[in-house]
């Protein structure tokens, strides 16, 4: 499995598109748990080819994968949080909160939940979220692996967020404490 993860995380836009799903099939039956040990870094080489593809492109090219990816990606942050200490005191702290987030040029859409002291996540939009975040795929991704700023992004009218501000605020030091994690 992990030789099969790395020669993925090696390949085009292109490529992914017709080997991701088949691959995500077989992660979900390894168990993102065990791929995660196979391979301490996973979360920051995807973090890293997050960075370096179109996203916008690609979701709009490979819905299907992309949503695929997504589901398990979520799972693997939801492992990441359990075993970081600093990032679940963050989450309990936080409370339960439920985010949407959707591109403005792309079929880009998802969600994540903090509840129980836990996250997790998926492609699917909930119904009745505290917030819905809307932007660009860019800038989405961005806000989700740390490289746009939760609260300077949302000053400079970089997202929009509808929901109330107090339980945006809520969510900075988690999204903060976890996306440090995605930094090399």
């Known amino acids: 499995m992990k030789k099969d993860v790395d020669k993925a995380l090696k390949m085009s836009e292109n490529e992914l598109k017709t080997a991701l799903p088949p691959l995500v099939e ?30 916008r492109k690609f979701v ?23 075993k970081d200490e600093e990032v679940k ?11 949407n987030f959707e591109a403005t040029d792309s ?11 836990k996250i997790s996540g998926g492609s699917a939009l ?13 800038t989405l991704i961005g806000l989700l692996i740390g490289d746009v700023d939760p609260v300077k992004g949302y ?13 945006g605020i809520k969510l900075v030091p988690v999204m903060t404490s976890l996306t440090k994690r995605f930094k090399a």
């Open 26 to 55: 077989r992660v979900k039956a390894f168990g993102v748990g065990n791929l995660m040990e196979a391979m301490p870094d996973l979360a920051l080489r995807l973090v890293n080819n997050l960075r370096s593809i179109d996203v």
């Open 60 to 82: 709009t090219e490979a819905p299907e994968a992309s949503a695929a990816f997504t589901d398990v990606l979520w799972e693997g942050v939801g492992i990441l949080v359990e």
């Open 89 to 99: 005191k963050k989450v309990v702290n936080a409370g339960e909160i439920k985010v």
């Open 107 to 117: 079929p880009l859409k998802g969600h994540f939940k903090l509840s129980g002291g």
């Open 126 to 138: 909930l119904d009745a979220p505290d917030l819905k975040v809307s932007s660009d795929a860019k």
């Open 155 to 167: 000053i400079a009218g970089q997202f929009k967020l509808e929901g109330d501000l107090a339980t």
